[in-house]
């Protein structure tokens, strides 16, 4: 006689009788048509709030994510803006010291250009550095030595600077400049005498060009847009570029009133230009008086988010659609849930690496068995079975070749077992049990010679791993009549334990008689594959 084999430790035993009524009530109502119908009412309703909820965090998420992206876009800008702004403005501040320092005035003119002028003066988008006098004629030119002759005393910036001495860097609305022909901004510091009076100008010119090639390398879509504006609402740049706003005024505008009052923040508003839609960032550039703003169309922001919603919408009705079409035709679906049900208990008691009985059917084996065993007096045996370093398989080829060994493994528990009424299930990591009814211990043993025989053969070419390579250890218990479920347990494992302390690739057995396991040791609790 032999039987199937156990993993580690753990007490099978009936359901409890209140457990037993649950469930029957539960199948009850399960099979009630009402039921159905409510379920097939209040689920469409669920999931149309559930996904409302979703869309509107959805679209909250692009919001954030535009709000982001506008602060990003802004802090990046305005420290580029306002870095060379600075750097020009040291310039200048340079050129006016250096004009009052003694002899500067009577150097050779190459001398004297490289004294006043630095490398600043040739960055590839500055126009020109010039020293105006008193009259507005070009004396000193960062280019030409003898200067090229200009005179700017129309331009505005030449007649604030005469009229104010406490004017500072003056930065001008867009100007066609009259030695590069293209338009450019000016800066300009004044020049005083040393009596205080007015002297001139020193003026540096920036291309635009610097601020389109610095706009250009941002992508807003179609309705998102870049403005500079001067503080009295003077548009220095835009983009996309339109060379027909440059120079334009929107003082008036209600947006721009926004940027003055409340100076850095964002909001979303409509556009006096084209009448779109906007969510407006906006912050000053330094301590300038600049204000820089990214606009980003509502509808971009919002494009990606209906299109989604679009999708989640159309599938959220479907599905509304075929819940309510399921609840219909559930009732007839019914007769078929016993064979649906067979089929899925077998998946839920089967091991998915492995194909071997889980736990949770190795459990209820062991529950009958040791029933059985106490009722008729045949004994029953439990094999523990566990594979020697497995860890190293693991370790070293990875998981893949570790579950290949488990699978294997599982192939010699079954083809060593010859009994329809044994049973090899996997209980834990690389741990196995092999549960045998009505089998003494001499069939018990034959059965772990066959699983040593197996395991040894076991080969994973793949991964290098010959026969003779896998190995494993077994502790084997016999219970006879009245025997408890528990102490098998213990007495097995007790015996694997000595099996792998005497070296592992090898069977122990323990005593038929029950008796305490070795100190320290914990009796077997199974765990789950």
């Known amino acids: ?61 692009a919001w954030d994510k535009a709000e982001q992206t506008s602060k990003n876009l802004l802090q990046v800008i305005e420290r580029d803006i306002a870095r060379n702004i600075e750097i020009i403005d040291l310039s200048l501040l340079a050129v006016v010291d250096n004009l009052k320092a003694p002899g500067v ?73 009259r030695l590069l022909g293209e338009p450019v901004v000016v800066l300009s510091r004044r020049i005083d005498k040393p009596d205080g009076s007015f002297g001139g100008v020193v003026l540096a010119s920036l291309k635009l060009s610097y601020f389109s090639t610095l706009f250009d390398r941002i992508g807003l879509g179609r309705e998102g847009g870049i403005n500079l504006y001067l503080r009295d609402g003077t548009r220095l740049m835009r983009y996309p570029f339109v060379e027909a706003d440059l120079g334009a005024n929107i003082a008036g505008a209600s947006t721009f009133q926004r940027f003055l009052a409340e100076r850095r923040g964002s909001f979303t508003g ?107 007096g045949r004994p029953l045996s439990l094999v523990v079975v566990d594979a020697d370093h497995f860890k190293r398989y693991n370790d070293r080829y990875g998981h893949a070749v570790g579950d290949a060994v488990l699978k294997g493994l599982a192939q010699g528990l079954t083809a060593s077992l010859r009994r329809p009424g044994d049973l090899a299930a996997r209980v834990g990591g690389e741990e196995f049990a092999v549960l045998m009814p009505e089998t003494d211990r001499d069939g018990a043993l034959r059965v772990a010679e066959a699983i040593h025989g197996a395991a040894t053969a076991l080969a994973v070419p793949s991964a290098g791993i010959e026969p003779g390579s896998v190995t494993v250890s077994i502790g084997l218990a016999v219970t006879s009549a009245g025997g408890v479920g528990e102490d ?42």
């Open 105 to 177: 005035a009577d150097l050779d003119p190459a001398l004297r250009q490289l004294v006043l002028f630095d490398r600043a003066a040739t960055a590839r988008d500055m126009g020109v550095m010039l020293v105006l006098n008193e009259n507005g004629d070009s004396i000193i030119d960062s280019h030409a030595t003898p200067a090229r002759h200009v005179n700017n005393a129309d331009r505005g910036y030449f007649k604030l600077h005469r009229a104010r001495a406490d004017l500072g860097l003056h930065i001008s609305p867009p100007v066609t400049s």
């Open 270 to 376: 409509t556009s006096v230009r084209d009448g779109v839609e906007r969510y407006y960032a906006f912050t000053p550039v330094g301590d300038l008086p600049l204000i820089l703003n990214v606009a980003l169309g509502t509808r971009e922001i919002e494009a990606e988010w209906r299109s989604k919603a679009t999708v989640i919408g159309l599938a959220v009705l479907v599905l509304c659609g075929l819940t309510i079409l399921l609840s219909l035709l559930f009732g007839r679906e019914l007769r078929r849930r016993a064979a649906m049900q067979a089929e899925l208990a077998q998946l839920a008691r089967t091991d998915t690496l492995t194909g071997l009985a889980n736990r949770r059917h190795f459990e209820e084996a062991f529950a009958r068995a040791s029933r059985a065993s106490r009722r008729t």
């Open 488 to 529: 098998l347990y213990r007495r097995a494992d007790a015996a694997l334990y000595e099996a792998k302390e005497g070296g592992r690739n090898r069977t122990r057995c323990a005593p038929e008689e029950t008796e305490a396991g070795p100190p320290g040791r914990q009796s077997l609790r199974l765990v789950a594959p």
């Open 1 to 61: 006689m032999r039987t199937s084999d156990g993993k580690q430790t753990w007490a099978g035993g009936r359901a409890h009788p209140a457990t037993s009524r649950l469930r029957i009530r539960l199948a009850r109502r399960i099979r009630s048509a009402r039921t159905w119908i409510a379920l097939g009412v209040l689920a469409p309703i669920g999931m149309l709030v559930l996904s409302a909820i979703m869309l509107l965090d959805l679209r909250q998420d």
